[in-house]
Nanobody, 113 residues
Framework: VQLVESGGGLVQPGGSLRLSCTAS????????MRWYRQAPGKEREFVAVIDKAGARTNYADFVKGRFTVSRDNDKNTVYLQMNNLKPEDTAVYYCYAIIIGIWGQGTQVTVSS
């Protein structure tokens, strides 16, 4: 049972990244999925959530209009498309499976010129 994130990296302000989180070992399509992030010296914070069918989403105010969460249940994968990135978006990004309460290992996103 695990979640594996990928897609992080170094990007300039205003750039884009797409994070992926691939699940295994549980019924992915039955779980709402969340993205969180944790910046150095700060607590982990909620970023986005998507329901199990991919029909409903919700976002933290600080990413609304810039980030989009989606999923492909055939691929057991949830995505986070991040556009117009800002230096304050620098953090380790984690996905979280609500139905069984597990976290991925995280992927580092660094926004810097």
């Amino acid at each position: 049972v695990q979640l594996v994130e990928s897609g992080g990296g170094l990007v300039q302000p205003g750039g884009s990244l797409r994070l992926s989180c691939t699940a295994s070992g549980f019924s992915f399509s039955t779980s709402n999925m969340r993205w969180y992030r944790q910046a150095p010296g700060k607590e982990r914070e909620f970023v986005a959530v998507i329901d199990k069918a991919g029909a409903r989403t919700n976002y933290a105010d600080f990413v609304k209009g810039r980030f989009t969460v989606s999923r492909d249940n055939d691929k057991n994968t949830v995505y986070l498309q991040m556009n117009n990135l800002k230096p304050e978006d620098t953090a380790v990004y984690y996905c979280y499976a609500i139905i069984i309460g597990i976290w991925g290992q995280g992927t580092q996103v660094t926004v810097s010129s």
